[in-house]
């Protein structure tokens, strides 16, 4: 199905036949555009940047790129093309039909995960609107500028979720989505990843890897809902979802490339001899790997959840891949835990299923990250090293959850509070390794060239030659 751009709103839901909808969207259109100008790129915003722009909702939706000015994006609602006769893939109501309005006894808590997932779009926006003035090249800018539009993008589907099912009180809440902002000591976002400032571009490929992959994982357990037209937004959500992934992917690989090169360079794998040649040292990358992974994984919720089992039960928020699962019911079945034993070890808990249904989607995600993490090992054991990334355990560092109060060292083992203060600057990016890392960001805008802490990308954008003009300055 093509996508229509005539209107003001571009979409695909014949917004034009619903007029209420349609003066409610463009109320808010102008609110969102200001957004945009006060809180989003802080740098180049008005640069003529090659960016793709959806053309279909299939797979293959992606045929247009071209050089747009960011406010002069377009915009727009649009939703994968309806499943014909689809039905409830989990849960209690299992083979009914899919509901096309929200059932009352849902809507609060329907309204709930709509506002949420909707919160951390405009969130990540925040976060990075200040990276274009450090860019490493002109590549990593128009990716940079490509993640932030359709980040807006989300936005704009959770608001047309809101405005066009929830009434008043959806429309109170789109304006809200505008009034939080990331890091605000009055008005904060709503989960704590969110609220964490990206100053510096190793932070963004970590969030772009690790913070986006968990919103892909719960884009997929949305996909499975029962409000299908949650369910069609988060699949074409989706679809934009991965290329952020690879930003992230792609760009940890090329720092670590870089840093390999100038190891072998020097004949040392000494931090500091790395640090002096201007590349970022492996341990260094290992601490920043602990900080975005451990905040991560704090987005999925607790073990144990009565939420999750009752979004669950009844149809709103699936498991990632439900039809992967042999049973949809999820009864009678339970999950080992482990949870903290009282004396400094750990214990197993058989939890019900449907109440373990966050670690579900958890566990999937940890094995998802681990492949990056191997891709990366593999370089490393290549060049001749013996260094390994690992992800660190999944009680380290969090804050919420059955290992949410206490410590942990990475491997998972309880530490006091004596010993994490001691031992935290070996596990996490220090105040120095910060300093260090924001010195090394410095921009860099001649097409073809790259800063010297990463090595240039492999392609270029659309079979862009890589010293293309992905940014014109103006
Ligand atoms: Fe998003
Ligand atoms: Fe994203």
């Known amino acids: 199905m093509a996508l229509d751009y005539r209107e003001l709103i571009p979409n695909n839901v014949d917004l034009g036949d619903n007029r209420a909808l349609q003066r409610a969207l463009e109320h808010w259109q102008p609110h969102f555009l200001d957004w945009w100008k006060e809180m989003g790129p802080a740098v180049f915003a008005g640069a003529d ?228 040649s201007g590349a970022i040292d492996l341990p260094t990358l290992q601490r920043y790997i602990n900080f975005w992974f451990s905040s991560s994984l704090d987005l999925f919720g607790a073990e144990i959840s009565s939420n999750a089992a009752s979004y669950f039960a009844s149809g709103l928020k699936g498991r990632p891949d439900e039809a992967r699962f042999a049973d949809h019911s999820a009864t009678g079945q339970s999950l080992r835990i482990e949870v903290p034993d009282g004396k400094g070890g750990a214990t197993g808990e058989d939890v019900p299923m449907r109440s373990a249904m966050n670690e579900v989607t958890r566990a999937a995600y940890v094995r998802d990250c681990d492949v990056g993490v191997q891709r990366w090992n593999r370089l490393i054991a290549e060049a001749g090293y013996d260094f390994r990334f690992r992800l660190p355990s999944t009680r380290f560092r969090r804050s919420i959850g059955v290992w949410g109060k206490g410590s942990t060292d990475p491997d998972g083992h309880p530490v006091t509070g004596g010993e994490w203060q001691a031992k935290q600057r070996d596990w996490l990016p220090s105040t120095e390794d910060r300093a260090f890392v924001n010195n090394l960001m410095r921009r860099v805008t001649e097409p073809g060239k790259v800063a010297g802490w990463i090595a240039p990308p492999e392609i270029g954008i659309n079979n862009a030659p890589l010293d293309y003009e992905y940014v014109r300055l103006n």
């Open 49 to 276: 940047v090659y960016l793709r722009t959806a053309t279909a909702v299939d797979e293959k939706g992606w045929a247009s790129y071209g050089m747009v000015k960011m406010p002069e994006y377009r915009w727009g609602i649009f939703l994968a093309d309806p499943v014909p006769d689809r039905r409830i893939g989990f849960g209690d109501a299992f083979g009914e039909s899919v509901w096309q309005q929200v059932p009352g006894e849902h809507r609060s808590a329907l309204r709930r995960l709509i506002v949420t997932q909707g919160d951390t779009e405009p969130a990540s926006v925040e976060q990075q609107r200040q990276l274009g003035d450090t860019c490493p090249s002109l590549y990593d800018l128009r990716n940079l500028f490509q993640v932030n539009v359709e980040e807006g993008r989300h936005l704009w589907a959770m608001v047309y979720l809101l405005h066009g099912y929830f009434g008043r009180d959806g429309r109170e809440e789109a304006e809200e989505l505008l009034a939080r902002h990331s890091g605000d000591p009055d008005k904060p976002r709503i989960l704590g990843t969110f609220n964490e400032p990206i100053t510096d571009w190793l932070s963004f490929f970590m969030f772009t890897y690790f913070t986006d992959r968990d919103g892909r994982f719960q884009l997929k357990s949305l996909a499975e809902s029962a409000f299908d037209p949650l369910s069609r937004t988060c699949r074409f959500m989706l679809t934009e979802e991965a290329f952020h992934m690879f930003v992230g992917a792609s760009g940890i690989t090329r720092v670590v490339r870089r840093t390999l090169e100038v190891m072998k360079a020097l004949a040392s794998e000494d931090p500091a001899a790395v640090r002096n």
